[in-house]
């Protein structure tokens, strides 16, 4: 099993790529489903989860061709729909037990020919995310669900999903792509309140407008798609990842330095950045001229002066607009150095400060009250072994081992291939003393 040997105290400078939104890309892979004509997609991060959803793909029937970019990092693929004709539309429990995003072929599944087999899904163990908000919308639509031997069996006996006026009983990113995506094929119109508005479903509802989709609020808690009878293919870039980018300005944060990102989207990080700059980094965007596949994006050039001391300040997860989830554990990484005392409430996940404890091993102050944290800094930090015990976790471990001084070696660290392509060589490139360890050796 593979792990990262990680030596602090260095700072960071230089420039990092940020590759495609893992969770854009999740969803939009699952819409081609929607489709009889040839998709592409590019900027898909090459990371473990969008290999798997591409695999998913492939055991029900799509003949699916992926390129690596020449860094690595990114996927472009091409996804053909033909061969779903006989299909058992069955998405298999050895995929989908180790992403939850699996769930997502349902509804394009559903919707396009009637009939769906997905195994319930698994995923980062950070709390319960129950799958009821999708087969509940799913059943008003018309179709009929059960639940046999693990897997979710649906079917629709009239032959197509019909339109609703539906209020989520809470916000779900999932629930609200699955059901956006049913709907576009679905007879009339569908309305969707209370829909979750992050970014990565706006770039899915943009994809399906390409498709040939009749979609109006994007970006709004109110969605209202309009069926159609089929949808075409489409060429369409991901958008960058958020939380990848956020990720490395944690970092950089922790250690100081001056990193540029290169492709990156900071009008959905303004909740990371206000507080990196009110905690005592200085972050600019600069536009850039990179238009790949039609789209425009910028630089962000993070940096934190020498000697600068951070300032400990209070977090507070919230469904975008607000505090991302995905950055919390990141951002309790980066508090252990602040000076001062800082309060994070996770409102999100019951489950999500399982790092808190690895954290403390390297030597952070802290405790856990139910679900806040608080963090006494500035915290000396010392090399320790840790395990991952999530995606986001991994990330935490990673930016607290940059500033501990010795080795911090880091177990389970397929957690952190989940959702970061190459992070050690990304940081490499910067400076940082990473290196992957293979079978036990460097």
């Not at 991302?324 to 951002?331: C, G, Y």
């Not at 409102?347 to 806040?372: K, S, Y």
């Not at 608080?374 to 471990?397: E, F, H």
């Amino acid at each position: 099993m593979d792990r990262l040997t990680v030596c602090g105290g260095a700072g960071l400078n230089g420039k990092i790529p940020i590759s495609g939104a893992k969770n854009a890309a999740l969803p939009c892979l699952a819409a081609s489903l929607l489709a009889a004509k040839e998709i592409a997609l590019t900027h898909l991060p090459a990371v473990a989860d969008i290999r798997t959803m591409i695999k998913v793909l492939q055991a029900l029937g799509c003949d699916v061709s992926a390129d690596k970019s020449e860094d690595g990092f990114e996927l472009s693929a091409i996804i053909k729909t033909d061969g779903l004709k006989n299909s058992e539309f069955k998405a298999p429990y050895d995929l989908v037990k180790t992403m939850r995003a699996s769930i997502l072929v349902l509804g394009p599944l559903l919707a396009r020919f009637g009939r769906a087999s997905v195994s319930l899904p698994g995923g980062c163990a950070i709390g319960a995310r129950p799958v009821n908000l999708h087969l509940d919308a799913l059943q008003r639509m018309g179709a009929e669900i059960r639940i046999d031997g693990g897997y979710v069996e649906a079917s629709v006996t009239n032959g197509r999903l019909v339109g609703i006026d539906h209020t989520f009983d809470k916000v779900s990113v999932g629930a609200t792509e699955n059901i956006m995506m049913a709907a576009c094929l679905a007879k009339g119109t569908t309305v969707l309140r209370n829909a979750a508005v992050e970014p990565e479903i706006g770039d899915l509802a943009r994809m399906l407008q390409a498709m040939g989709a009749g979609i109006e609020g994007i970006d709004t808690p109110v969605l209202t798609i309009h069926g159609t009878d089929s949808m075409s293919g489409c060429r369409y870039a991901v958008i960058p990842d958020r939380i990848e980018a956020g990720t490395f300005i944690c970092a950089l944060a922790a250690t100081g330095g001056d990193v540029t990102l290169e492709r990156a989207a900071p009008d959905d990080l303004r909740p990371l950045i206000d507080l990196m700059t009110r905690i005592g980094c200085d972050i600019d965007e600069i536009e850039d001229c990179d238009k790949r596949d039609g789209a425009t994006f910028k630089r962000m050039r993070v940096h934190r002066e020498a000697g600068r001391v951070l300032k400990a300040r209070d977090v507070s997860t919230a469904p975008h607009p607000g505090f991302p989830t995905d950055l919390q554990a990141q951002v309790m990484a980066v508090m252990t150095q602040a000076a001062g005392i800082s309060i994070i409430k996770e409102t999100i996940f019951e489950n999500r400060f399982q790092h808190a404890m690895e954290l403390e091993r390297l030597g952070a102050n802290l405790r856990v009250e139910g679900n806040t944290a608080i963090v006494a800094g500035l915290s000396p930090l010392t090399g320790c072994t840790v395990m991952a015990t999530d995606l986001r976790a991994s990330a935490a471990l990673v930016i607290a081992g940059l500033v501990a001084n010795g080795v911090t070696t880091i177990d389970r660290i397929y957690h952190l291939d989940r959702g970061y392509a190459g992070i050690e060589r990304k940081l490499q490139a910067v400076g940082a003393k990473v290196q992957r360890v293979k079978g036990g050796r460097v």
